[in-house]
């Protein structure tokens, strides 16, 4: 199964925070991914690098990975996700678990 | 009063079939049994071209002897057959067009066959008559569509040719009535012959003629979902369900489909659902197959009554121990029947809830693909606001009033509405769009020359959709606009999602006609396997207390 690598910056306009300490959640099981969000000085930006089995869906990533970030203010974070078919809902769902966990919120 | 050779004959229809039966008496022995290896020549002594001929083809159970007999026909003799059957899921139904032994179809599901319906539609091997649901098909077996001639299948007969169809009872009643009280002709394959049956289902002398088949007819574990393989995603949707919708409006009866978000909700009727009070407010009494993922709530309390379409493999002593939950015969054993299933699906229930593979813009929603003609069974005719109800419950009545411009279609007067809610994530398997712009069963009507798009359950129909963003209680809405609308606001990263306003889906959580997860405090981090009352088939074995005996192919520990 060739694996696609997408990567891309996202810099929001307002004020943002990062996380304390790494952390890693989800396993790559059929229809899941694993996400791993470390803090990361990028002069605010979040950088984020997808490896999936899946191609064409590149637009779809950024805007939930979007909706992710604005909704919580990230920035200073490198995000790294390695995916097996996990739909968007699914991907959300394991992005806000990791925020989350990483906050304590 | 005299009579005179010109005077109207009005047995034709008995005069007919006792000609045909005495063809075929040679073959025909003491208990009405025949042997197997007469039974083609059986079904051409009895069979004549152009007749209509029902293969009883459940969601389940299926004349699969019968059927694969009735392929090796002399087709110089029996052609042109109209089949007209609930389901055509087994390859040898579609295999009598491409033989010439059948031409036209009117059915209500296709299952695995769908994409071979189109097909020989498109090249005019197959006339089809109507996709149907379950309830019109079994009331058109009663007007105007009755078999000649039907194949039937059940477990056991008697030595006088009584018949046992026990656990899967399904269709056959229905089959059997329409055909024999018409002067038709019933033929039944069994899986054996015995002295004695453990109650008998349908009288010998509605049966002309009985075989021993061969080896068991072919079922179909259909309702079981492995708790193993629900996902989180699942859960929170399930959650979503049972505090905006179950706990809302306390929906007490209620079918489930068969997707794994219902699955989801079964196992969390023990733990969340006990969490939020919902113990004999919510899902008391339901029409639905055993399914398995939903042994943790019987076996809690939750559930009074379980009336089955037809059964579920494995179930059989689990359902045998608890009578005061399912409807069992003096034997014991399980009595399904899909008719009154579906009758009580249609008029009875307050909440339909279910998933599909896309809903549009305006929320009409079809599992039906660009090139298969597959059919929703009986989803529409629990899928839909049955207008010929007038009995009242708390929660019909709710949900009724809820609706801002009912006044607009009759006036000041009262009514209720039932519950129809379709849970879906907003993309689907291989990242397919769940909300699009235009159903793929425009494009079907298209392919196979249908009068009308299938849907599975019209727009206006559907209160409730459910996703991952939340709830659109589209009941709540003024006209259609507001309705798509709030079906924007919870499409996700959809085509149909991306243009929802912001300003618009924020005065709609305003209003109470959407709320996402935060709205409803639900909490994402709880949407977690843990939550699950059973977490695998095992757990439902050891919650069974040993009784239920799953499939060697869920067998995975």
Not at chain 2, 15 to 41: C, H, M, N
Not at chain 2, 90 to 95: A, T, W
Not at chain 2, 176 to 189: L, N, P, S, W, Y
Not at chain 2, 404 to 415: A, E, F, S
Request: negative net charge; aromatic residues 8%.
């Amino acid at each position: 199964m060739a694996l696609n690598t997408l990567e891309f910056d996202l810099k929001l306009d307002e004020v943002t925070h990062s996380i304390d300490t790494p952390i890693h959640l989800g396993v790559v099981g059929s229809g899941d991914m694993e996400v791993l969000m470390e803090p990361k000085d990028l002069k605010g930006a979040v950088s984020v690098r997808i490896v999936t089995p899946v191609a064409g869906f590149d637009e779809l990533w950024k805007r939930v990975v979007e909706k992710f970030v604005s909704e919580t203010l990230l920035g200073d974070v490198h995000l790294e996700i390695n995916d097996n078919n996990a739909t968007p809902a699914v991907v959300l769902l394991r992005l806000r678990q990791g925020f989350a966990e990483a906050t304590g919120e | 009063m005299s009579t005179n050779s010109t005077e109207k004959k009005w047995d034709r229809r008995s005069a007919d079939t006792a000609e045909r039966l005495e063809a075929a008496s040679r073959y025909i022995g003491p208990g009405k049994q025949f042997k197997p290896e007469d039974t083609v020549a059986l079904l051409e002594a009895v069979i004549r071209a152009g007749d209509r001929v029902n293969i009883e083809g459940n969601n389940q159970k299926q004349a699969d002897f019968l059927a694969e007999c009735l392929n090796k026909v002399d087709k110089s003799r029996i052609h042109d057959l109209h089949m007209v059957q609930s389901a055509v899921p087994l390859p040898v139904h579609l295999d009598l067009f491409e033989n010439g032994i059948a031409k036209k179809l009117d059915f209500a599901f296709g299952g695995p066959q769908a994409g071979r319906v189109a097909k020989f539609i498109s090249e005019g091997k197959l006339e089809l008559g109507a996709i149907h649901t379950y309830l019109e098909l079994f009331g058109r077996y009663f007007l105007d569509l009755t078999p000649k001639v039907s194949l039937i299948c059940a477990y056991k007969a008697d030595r006088e040719g009584n018949l046992y169809t026990g656990f899967n009872t399904e269709d056959t009643p229905t089959i059997v009535e329409a055909t024999k009280f018409r002067q038709g002709i019933v033929i039944a394959q069994v899986n054996e012959i015995v002295d004695k049956l453990p109650r008998v289902d349908i009288p010998a002398d509605w049966i002309d003629a009985v075989v021993e088949s061969p080896r068991p007819f072919f079922i179909e574990p259909l309702f079981t979902r492995d708790p193993g393989l629900v996902t989180e995603s699942q859960i929170l949707l399930a959650m979503l369900c049972l505090k905006g919708i179950y706990a809302e409006y306390e929906v007490k009866r209620i079918n489930h489909g068969i997707g794994f978000l219902t699955s989801a909700i079964e196992l969390l009727l023990p733990t969340y659902g006990e969490e939020l009070g919902l113990k004999g407010k919510a899902c008391t009494h339901m029409i639905l197959n055993p399914h398995p993922t939903m042994i943790p709530a019987i076996e809690s309390g939750w559930v009074d009554t379980i009336h089955c379409f037809g059964g579920e493999l494995g179930m059989e002593k689990y359902v045998a121990a608890r009578p005061d939950v399912f409807f069992t015969g003096p034997d014991g054993t399980l009595r399904s029947n899909r008719a009154y299933a579906q009758t009580a699906g249609h008029y009875a229930l307050d909440m339909f809830i279910g998933g599909t593979l896309q809903i549009d813009k305006y929320g009409n929603s079809s599992t039906a693909t660009a090139s298969r003609v597959a059919g929703f069974g009986g989803a529409p005719n629990m899928g839909c606001d049955a207008k010929g109800r007038r009995h009242v419950t708390d929660s019909w009545l709710k949900c009724g009033k809820e609706m801002p411009t009912l006044d607009r279609q009759i006036g000041n007067m009262p009514r209720g509405k039932r519950l129809v809610v379709q849970g879906v994530e907003t993309f689907g398997e291989g990242r397919a769009p769940v909300f699009v712009e235009e159903l793929d069963a425009w494009k079907l009507a298209e392919n196979a020359n249908l009068d009308l798009p299938p849907v599975m359950i019209y727009g206006d129909d559907l209160t409730h959709v459910v996703t991952e963003e939340g709830i659109a209680y589209l009941n709540r809405c003024a006209d259609i606009d507001a309705r798509m609308a709030a079906i924007r606001a919870v499409a996700g990263y959809t085509e149909i999602g991306i243009k929802a306003n912001p300003d618009e889906t924020r005065q709609l959580r305003e209003a109470g006609i959407v709320k996402t997860p935060e709205d409803l405090g639900v909490d994402r981090s709880r949407a977690n396997r843990s939550l699950l009352a059973a977490r695998n088939i095992r757990d439902l074995v050891s919650w069974s207390g040993g009784l239920y005996n799953p499939p060697a192919r869920f067998r995975n520990w």
